[in-house]
Nanobody, 124 residues
């Protein structure tokens, strides 16, 4: 089991940028596909972005394509989400998540391990 700790809570104006980080404990970070999931108030969890073990395969939900960038540094056991051109509808709690599936899950429910969540609020 992997332990995930997120950082990067922020309040930002529409059009601004924010970078989220997620640090994983243990020596097996590179064995996990990783993803970012968000949950807006009153909404279900939504897959945002996913990345394969060595970064070769990357997926985004349509609403963030061209604005968000997922990346990982396995030497630092760290997952990142760079968010640019933020919109009020991006406001949500963002979670990093891990999966040991071979392919990168593109649904929230497919991820087995979760961080604590970090609040991102985008004002208009």
């Amino acid at each position: 089991q992997v332990q995930l700790v997120e950082s990067g809570v922020g309040l930002v104006q529409a059009g601004g940028s924010l970078r989220l980080s997620c640090v994983a404990s243990g020596r097996t970070f590179s064995t996990y596909s990783m993803g970012w999931i968000r949950q807006a108030p009153g909404k279900e969890r939504e897959f945002v972005a996913g990345i394969s073990r060595f970064g070769s395969n990357i997926y985004y939900t349509d609403s963030v394509k061209g604005r968000f960038t997922i990346s990982r540094d396995n030497a630092k056991n760290t997952l990142y989400l760079q968010m640019d051109s933020l919109r009020p509808e991006d406001t949500a709690v963002y979670y990093c998540a891990a999966s040991q599936t071979l392919r990168v899950p593109q649904t929230a429910g497919a991820y087995a391990y979760w961080g604590q969540g970090t609040q991102v609020t985008v004002s208009s």
